[in-house]
């Protein structure tokens, strides 16, 4: 989640700076070339519009490796609930196989008595 939130932050700090950059560009042209200013102001638009795609794409490719981390984060947790599930069964069948063993175990200790006892 972090590495996504700071990749979004990347984005969106230098769409800031290329905004900055544009913006300062545009003063200058328009400064120098003030004839052609609608040609000017027209690029300008259209180079927004690349910053603004551009950023979107960078948030989306983001928002993609943060589902695809969950996708593995889930596709772990899954795991580890059936590992938990196995190991539960394992003790069970543990349990009920000591508990079993005990009581042959004591049956035969009684059956030695028996026969070889006092």
């Known amino acids: 989640m972090a590495l996504a939130d700071a990749r979004i932050e990347d984005a969106l700090d230098d769409a800031d700076i290329a905004i900055t950059i544009l913006s300062n560009d545009v003063q200058v042209a328009i400064e120098n070339n003030g004839e052609d200013a609608d040609l000017i102001l027209f690029k300008a638009d259209n180079l927004l519009e690349e910053i603004l795609l551009r950023t979107q794409l960078r948030i989306q490719i983001a928002k993609n490796e943060l589902i695809a981390n969950l996708q593995e984060d889930l596709d772990d947790t899954i795991e580890t609930i059936n590992i938990e599930e196995s190991i539960s069964e394992l003790k069970d069948k543990t349990a009920t196989t000591i508990t079993t063993l005990e009581g042959k175990i004591a049956a035969e ?8 006892g006092e």
């Open 109 to 116: 200790k009684e059956d030695f008595n028996k026969k070889y």
